[in-house]
């Protein structure tokens, strides 16, 4: 499969924090989220503020900016926003759409829904974070 037609799912499913999740799983995550169409400029997520949803970009390009700074550009496949859906708390950088995007979009409450409705899903999560905690401590 070309990138251009990887589907929302198998996009869903190469994210690493969702990397202990089975297919069935990441299904049940899609249908929390919703695909939204974001205009060239359109500010994403603003540093500081509270726009708590995690974004996986399915078409389309982004820069990432802190303090006014671009440090990264996004595109099909990269996301962001996992942080602030997991533990609620404000963005630490602004996203700019810089061409058409779209994006799926999970909020920060449905994330947390799933969470508290499905152990199996929360403990999929639980071990993918030691993982990443580990690495990091390694380094």
Same mark, same amino acid.
């Given at each position: 499969?070309?990138?251009? $037609? /990887?589907?929302?799912?198998?996009?869903?499913?190469?994210?690493? &924090?969702?990397?202990?999740?089975?297919?069935?799983?990441?299904? $049940? @995550?899609?249908? /929390? !989220?919703?695909?939204?169409?974001?205009?060239?400029?359109?500010?994403?997520?603003?540093?500081?503020?509270?726009?708590?949803?995690?974004?996986?970009? @399915?078409? !389309?390009?982004?820069?990432?900016?802190?303090?006014?700074?671009?440090? /990264?550009?996004? !595109?099909? !496949?990269?996301?962001?926003?996992?942080?602030?859906?997991?533990?609620?708390?404000? #963005?630490?950088? $602004?996203?700019?759409?810089?061409?058409?995007?779209?994006? &799926?979009?999970?909020?920060?409450?449905?994330?947390?829904?799933?969470?508290?409705?499905?152990?199996?899903?929360?403990?999929?999560?639980?071990?993918? @974070?030691?993982? #990443?905690?580990?690495?990091?401590?390694?380094?």
């Amino acid at each position: 499969m070309t990138e251009g $037609t /990887r589907s929302p799912e198998d996009m869903l499913a190469e994210v690493d &924090l969702f990397s202990g999740l089975s297919r069935r799983q990441v299904r $049940t @995550l899609l249908d /929390r !989220g919703r695909i939204v169409p974001h205009e060239s400029g359109h500010q994403v997520s603003a540093e500081g503020l509270g726009s708590l949803a995690f974004h996986l970009i @399915l078409d !389309g390009r982004a820069t990432v900016s802190i303090a006014g700074t671009e440090v /990264r550009s996004l !595109g099909s !496949g990269d996301y962001f926003g996992e942080i602030s859906m997991i533990d609620g708390k404000p #963005r630490s950088a $602004t996203v700019t759409a810089t061409e058409p995007t779209r994006t &799926l979009a999970i909020p920060h409450q449905d994330f947390e829904r799933l969470v508290a409705d499905e152990p199996d899903f929360a403990r999929g999560l639980l071990v993918t @974070l030691c993982a #990443r905690l580990r690495e990091a401590e390694s380094r």
